[in-house]
């Protein structure tokens, strides 16, 4: 026995049904049933479609809202800037600094959270887009400054 003569095991191999080939196979309607879309080449339902029934994502009800205008915030908590500013030694934190240091990504709009205040101890100049009523009083009480940036909207377009 060589490869140029390997064969299947008798029987292992059968020959599928030519459907709708012929007199001597299954013809006219070849196994779709009578008339219709669905006896028709090219035929495809949408998703969900249930045969004119009301669909089931149009039973179910829904519930609350989603709000269009919800602006998402990334928080950054003190406790981390502080973990930050210490090992490398900042004076200044801001937005890239803290996408550098992994605490953030570049297009995250970020926010400043109060938790760690009691361990921040740095007097630091820290530029965000938001920050907690918290995390600013813990910063000012530390001499530092809380600094809201703010993206210029004339030239966000050009």
């Known amino acids: 026995m060589e490869l140029h003569n390997l064969k299947p095991a008798k029987g292992a191999i059968k020959k599928s049904k030519r459907i709708a080939r012929g007199e001597g196979s299954r013809g006219g309607t070849a196994t779709r049933g009578n008339k219709g879309a669905q006896a028709r080449a090219g035929y495809h339902s949408k998703r969900g479609f249930e045969g004119g029934q009301m669909p089931l994502h149009k039973r179910i ?24 500013a210490e ?24 926010k400043i959270l109060g938790r760690g205040s009691d361990k921040f101890h740095a007097a630091l100049e820290i530029t965000a887009d938001a920050f907690s009523a918290s995390a600013k009083e813990a910063i000012e009480a530390k ?5 809201i940036f703010k993206k210029d909207r004339k030239n966000e377009s050009k």
């Open 61 to 84: 009800p829904k519930f609350g809202f989603k709000n269009i205008n919800r602006v998402e915030y990334h928080g950054v908590n003190l406790d981390l800037i502080g973990e930050i």
């Open 87 to 110: 090992k490398n030694k900042l004076k200044k934190i801001d937005k890239e600094s803290l996408v550098k240091h992994g605490a953030a990504s570049k297009n995250d709009l970020v």
């Open 143 to 147: 001499k530092g400054k809380a600094i």
